[in-house]
């Protein structure tokens, strides 16, 4: 620590130097990942994973930590067209404390265009924007004694993440995978997955081949897993599955032990009170409750909103507050001050508030 | 002459005027459209460029007690604060880049190089001078607040000294700009709000206090490592530097609005006007000059000084194209399109600050038709009195200035 304690008053000293630019704005003149102001990544390599699916590996810049939790997803930023994009997926790769790299695992969408453009289009030595992991979705430490992780198609990524994880400690418990993808040839990590299930006695594999065999009943799971009652479970796959598989652990009353990936916002803090928000630059208003973002706002009073991963890791939709205050979703924090950046996409409004767009 | 209606002095037709807003709104869809990779690599590309000559000039001045590295040190300096205030600075704050969503590059996030906080510089030039572009009374820009700039402007015997506050602002210009979102008229007439200025002067003391501490305490401080003899001849040179900056920056933006042919208004024309009448006040207002693709590139590319009223918030190095339309589009028109040589178009606007130095009676006006109206007091609106803002121009903010709902 004592070393990062000189680091950053060494930065504060050469900000007074590059004042009204930060230190690091030179340095990365020399190396683009030696910046802490925006954090960066580098792409290492690009590997096939399928036909559609890819793992890229970025070697992260200053400012990152390693010690993500399996499971966590992070932002990624690529520029394409001269403009930003950021979207957000799971780590693939395990944590590892003296990490140089980590992986990330995307399917390229028919109509995702930058899931296209990171499987397909990156070269490696592209600097990309990133933001630090975040997510619930995560593997407890220690592992609970029996698990239970429901899968469909680019879902495995956290969970592969997990089971790595579990893998390189040697504390793999009692855990049965049921990995459900189109085809054969589409299932990411399927010689990996199987490899792992060979070595330990305690991972259970079941794979299922929707396109041949049809999607999985989850009636069928007493057949399959006769005791996934006692399981604490992870899903991660398609919003339709994730619903079924909610629905299901709700009406066995077991909603407790289920952990599900949604890619939305997990709403930990308390919603706000609403209230009339202004966006100055546009001239609009709308008046709003609690429980709507401002983003959501903005939209549905028509002010072209800027927005990216809408769960508030990427700050594409950051703005700036004029005045008034709003409250983030996630840690119940509040904004008040006038030019605050605000993410737009995780705040409500606590009162009137006033935005600059 | 000041202009109370510019669809009077155009003699266009209602329909000629929608129509014109309408050709120009196609031609900012056509930008806007079309903003892309290569535009991104320019200003990423200007941007290192002005970092590597900063990095350059300072290094180099480790060795000014010799007079070589000295001229070339602050030289190089020189050159990286220009490039640093107007190409980069100036169109960043205008939200020229904000459409790369990058936090590093943006409107919202930049602070420039110079006295001034980029939060007052964003109100009282993205909103006041680009909204109430040389609308006598409102845009402060016209003469400085120091500087009888118009005909209309009231004279006072204290106007005789015009030459030398000239100079002065010339030689001074970062520090006069730091004090322009203050509106020194308003605090000598006890009308502005005192929370208000509180948190403006403190702002300015922060910001000038970092300035002068990096150009003229630390970095002098630092060459005394290759030899105290190094200190002094540092500062001067950061002097010389930021000198440079100043003069040149104030030439450019006095060829912007004051040569013959900008025209002034008064505040009737902004009764009831549209966007399309707005539009051809920033025609009329504005006055571009001739040059290389490198003076340009120095003066922020202002010497589209017609374009950058027009579209202020559009990448900068797409006005060179846009010139050509909007020449264009003045032709078929018949409206005045204002240009020159850089050399002229400042000679003109220095022979306006002489001129206007005496009282009306003793100079003739060099606009092309005279109509003398009737004099303007000094000083500008609050933000209360003034309709709202509109998106264009780039944004600003603050809770400390009044806000109202737009029109």
């Not at chain 1, 698990?147 to 390189?168: E, F, H, K, N």
């Not at chain 1, 929707?210 to 069928?220: H, I, P, R, V």
């Not at chain 1, 909610?246 to 706000?272: I, K, M, N, P």
């Not at chain 2, 200190?231 to 609005?257: D, E």
Request: charged share 25%; hydrophobic share 35%.
């Amino acid at each position: 620590m004592a070393v990062i304690d000189r680091l950053s008053w060494a930065r504060t000293a050469g900000a007074r130097l590059t004042t009204p630019l930060h230190p690091d704005d030179y340095l990365s003149l020399v190396n683009p990942l030696w910046t802490a102001r925006e954090l960066r990544g580098r792409i290492e390599r690009v590997v096939p994973e399928t036909e559609d699916a890819a793992t890229v590996v970025i070697r992260p810049g200053w400012g990152w930590r390693y010690d993500h939790k399996p499971g966590q997803y992070v932002g990624i930023g690529v520029q394409v067209g001269g403009k930003f994009h950021w979207r957000s997926y799971s780590v693939s790769s395990p944590p590892k404390r003296d990490g140089r790299t980590i992986a990330i695992t995307v399917r390229a969408m028919p109509e995702g265009f930058l899931s296209q453009h990171l499987v397909g289009g990156l070269e490696p030595g592209t600097i990309v924007r990133l933001a630090l992991p975040a997510g619930e979705f995560v593997l407890p430490d220690p592992p609970p004694a029996r698990m239970l992780m429901l899968v469909g198609g680019s879902g495995i990524t956290p969970v592969m993440s997990m089971l790595r994880t579990l893998d390189r400690r040697g504390t793999m418990p009692d855990v049965v995978v049921h990995y459900s993808s189109t085809t054969e040839e589409r299932m990411i990590f399927r010689d990996e997955v199987r490899e792992l299930a060979d070595r330990h006695e305690g991972l259970t594999l079941h794979r299922l081949h929707t396109d041949d065999d049809g999607m999985l009943d989850l009636a069928d799971l007493d057949s399959i897993v006769p005791d996934w009652r006692e399981r604490e479970t992870w899903a991660c796959g398609p919003a339709p599955m994730l619903d079924a598989v909610e629905g299901h652990w709700e009406s066995a009353g077991l909603e407790e032990s289920l952990h599900l990936e949604r890619f939305t916002v997990q709403r930990d803090g308390d919603g706000g009170e609403g209230g009339t928000l202004h966006f100055q630059n546009s001239g609009k208003e709308i008046e709003v409750d609690g429980a709507t973002t401002v983003l959501e706002a903005g939209e549905q009073a028509g002010v072209g909103m800027p927005y990216g991963c809408r769960v508030g890791i990427c700050h594409t939709c950051t703005l700036t507050l004029v005045s008034g205050t709003v409250r983030d979703l996630r840690t119940g924090d509040e904004h008040d001050d006038s030019n605050d950046r605000v993410q737009t996409c995780v705040t409500v409004p606590v009162g009137d508030c006033t935005l600059a767009i | 002459m000041a202009i109370s209606d510019v669809q009077e002095y155009t003699h266009l037709t209602d329909e000629e005027i929608d129509q014109l807003g309408r050709e120009l709104d196609a031609l900012r869809a056509e930008v806007e459209e079309s903003r892309g990779a290569a535009d991104a690599a320019y200003i990423n590309r200007i941007i290192t460029i002005q970092r590597s000559l900063a990095v350059a000039g300072r290094v180099t001045l480790f060795a000014s007690r010799w007079k070589p590295a000295w001229v070339a040190g602050a030289a190089m300096l020189g050159v990286a604060k220009i490039l640093e205030n107007m190409e980069i600075g100036h169109n960043v704050m205008h939200g020229q880049w904000d459409w790369m969503n990058d936090p590093e590059i943006h409107s919202s996030t930049w602070e420039w190089d110079t006295a001034q906080p980029a939060e007052q510089w964003k109100h009282s030039h993205n909103y006041i001078h680009h909204q109430f572009t040389n609308v006598l009374g409102h845009d402060n820009d016209v003469g400085y607040g120091i500087l009888r700039m118009a005909r209309e402007q009231k004279w006072h015997p204290a106007n005789l000294g015009q030459p030398v506050y000239n100079a002065l602002l010339a030689t001074l210009f970062q520090w006069g700009v730091a004090l322009h979102d203050l509106d020194l008229e308003a605090i000598r007439k006890r009308e502005k709000d005192p929370k208000v200025l509180a948190k403006q002067l403190r702002q300015i003391k922060r910001k000038i206090s970092r300035q002068i501490g990096k150009d003229y305490v630390f970095f002098p401080l630092l060459t005394a490592a290759t030899g105290p003899a190094n200190v002094v001849p540092t500062i001067t040179a950061n002097v010389t530097a930021n000198l440079a900056r100043n003069v040149w920056s104030y030439m450019i933006i006095f060829c912007g609005h004051f040569p013959d042919g900008a025209l002034h208004f008064t505040e009737e024309e902004l009764e009831d006007e549209t966007r399309a009448e707005w539009y051809l006040r920033q025609m009329l207002g504005s006055a571009n000059f001739e040059g290389g693709r490198l003076l340009h590139v120095m003066s922020g590319q202002l010497g589209y000084q017609i374009e950058h009223h027009l579209f202020p918030d559009l990448p900068s190095n797409r006005y060179a194209e846009m010139s050509v339309r909007v020449r264009e589009l003045a032709a078929k028109y018949d409206l005045p399109y204002t240009t020159g040589p850089l050399h002229r178009q400042y000679g003109q606007a220095l022979r306006t600050i002489l001129k206007l130095s005496l009282p009306n009676r003793f100079t003739s006006s060099d606009q092309h038709s005279v109509e003398e109206h009737r004099e303007v007091g000094r000083g500008r609106p609050s933000d209360a009195e003034r309709p709202g803002r509109s998106s264009q121009t780039g944004g600003w903010s603050s809770r400390g200035t009044s806000v109202r709902g737009t029109a």
